[in-house]
């Protein structure tokens, strides 16, 4: 199996995973037909023709997702495996946004740039609906951002950040437990 085809497989197992919590052959049958799928695979496909420099391609790709799945990607933002567009409708993504693997968006997303300073997304990073994050942010590995948020500064590793502006409302321990007994300071702006 090409790069290609172990990426796209991949991400629908995550989403497989995510939406019925299980990878097997029914489930992935159930998630080609589900919202955000295309948009899935049509961002996979021009990032493939973007890393070989098939520009006409890429583009083509980008305007599908944009008129068939009201999803924009920019042709150049970069997430690693397990990428999973939970639902793609009013999805916006620049395209110098980094992202790690495992990362999660809902619908109404906005990651975007302020300045020509792009956010970079850690591994297993989840985002809620409507959210947006803006900036030279970084967002730190098991991050969660909450429905509607407004992220314009860093948020630390395992923290869930709500709020307009976002703040931090939960800690956890990298293995996953609640850390309550540290206090939750405010997130802290890059300089």
Not at 21 to 40: F, I, N, S
Not at 49 to 59: C, D, E, I, K, M
Not at 138 to 146: E, H, M, S, T
């Amino acid at each position: 199996m090409t790069h290609l085809g172990r990426l796209v497989l991949d991400d629908l197992r995550a989403k497989a995973e995510w939406n019925y919590q299980r990878v097997d052959g029914r489930a992935l049958l159930r998630v080609l037909a589900t919202d955000g799928t295309a948009a899935m695979i049509l961002y996979r496909l021009m990032q493939w023709a973007g890393r070989r420099r098939l520009s006409p391609l890429a583009l083509i790709f980008n305007k599908l997702n944009a008129v068939l799945n009201n999803c924009i990607i920019g042709r150049g933002a970069d997430f690693g495996p397990r990428f999973v567009l939970i639902h793609a409708t009013g999805v916006v993504i620049n395209g110098a946004v980094r992202g790690g693997s495992d990362v999660r968006v809902e619908h109404q997303v906005t990651i975007g740039t302020e300045g020509r300073r792009a956010p970079i997304l850690g591994d297993q990073v989840f985002i809620g609906a409507g959210a947006k994050i803006i900036g030279g942010v970084r967002v730190g590995n098991g991050a969660r951002i909450g429905a509607n948020a407004v992220v314009v500064h860093d948020v630390p590793a395992h923290c869930t950040v709500v709020g307009v502006p976002a703040r931090i409302v939960r800690r956890r321990e990298p293995d996953g437990g609640t850390d309550a007994a540290r206090p939750h300071p405010p997130a802290i702006a890059l300089t």
